[in-house]
C-alpha cells in the first residue's frame, strides 16, 4: 500500500516537471523499492534509477550528470543521496520508507538540495518519534488500514537454522 501511494504522489510531482527522490535506510530495502518503482515508470516513460553507497564511482557519474540536468526524474537510493555531489535540477519531492531511521539533519540535507520540495514520509511502524513530529505539527497523519483487495494473506514463520536451504 505504502509504495503505491508514493509512486502516485511521484507521478504527480514528474507531471508537473519536478524530480522526486526515494531514500530508504538500507541497500536492500533502496533496491526492492527501486524494482518496484523501476517496474511502473518504464510504463510510463518516467526515467528512475538507483543510487547507493556500494555504486563504483564510474556508476555514479552518469547519475550525478542526470540529476543535474534533470534527464533523471526520479532517484531510489539510500544515503548516498545526501552526498555533497548529488545535486537535482528540480528536486520537488522526498519520498523516505522509515524515517525514523534517518536523523533530523539526514532528512533535512535532503530537503535542502530542493527548492522547498514536498516531503512524504513512510513507515510500517507508528513509532513514538514520529507520533511526536505528528503531534507537534510538523506532519499530517494518513492511514492505510486495510490491505488491498485479492491481497495474498502474509504469513510469518520461524525457520530452523538445519531448514534454510529448503
Known amino acids: 500500500g505504502k509504495t503505491i501511494v508514493a509512486m502516485l504522489a511521484a507521478s504527480i510531482e514528474v507531471g508537473g516537471e519536478g524530480q522526486v527522490a526515494v531514500m530508504a535506510p538500507t541497500e536492500i530495502l533502496a533496491e526492492q523499492h527501486y524494482h518496484s518503482f523501476k517496474e511502473w515508470c518504464d510504463e510510463v516513460k518516467i526515467v528512475c534509477t538507483l543510487l547507493t553507497g556500494s555504486k563504483s564511482k564510474?556508476?555514479?557519474?552518469p547519475i550525478y550528470s542526470g540529476l543535474k540536468s534533470g534527464s533523471i526524474?526520479?532517484?531510489?537510493?539510500?544515503?548516498?543521496?545526501?552526498?555533497?555531489?548529488?545535486?537535482?535540477?528540480?528536486?520537488?519531492?522526498?519520498?523516505?520508507?522509515?524515517?525514523?531511521?534517518?536523523?533530523?539533519?539526514?532528512?533535512?540535507?535532503?530537503?535542502?538540495?530542493?527548492?522547498?520540495?514536498?516531503?512524504?514520509?513512510m513507515t510500517a511502524t507508528p513509532i513514538p518519534r514520529t507520533l511526536s513530529i505528528t503531534y507537534h505539527g510538523d506532519m499530517d497523519l494518513s492511514l492505510i488500514d486495510e490491505m488491498p483487495a485479492n491481497r495474498i494473506p502474509v504469513v510469518t514463520k520461524v525457520v530452523e537454522p538445519s531448514r534454510l536451504g529448503k
Do not use: W
Request: charge should be positive.
Open 58 to 61: 564510474k556508476d555514479r557519474v
Open 73 to 121: 526524474q526520479l532517484v531510489v537510493g539510500t544515503h548516498a543521496l545526501i552526498q555533497e555531489n548529488v545535486e537535482f535540477k528540480n528536486l520537488g519531492m522526498i519520498i523516505v520508507d522509515e524515517q525514523h531511521r534517518f536523523g533530523v539533519n539526514q532528512r533535512a540535507k535532503l530537503v535542502e538540495k530542493g527548492n522547498n520540495p514536498h516531503f512524504l514520509a
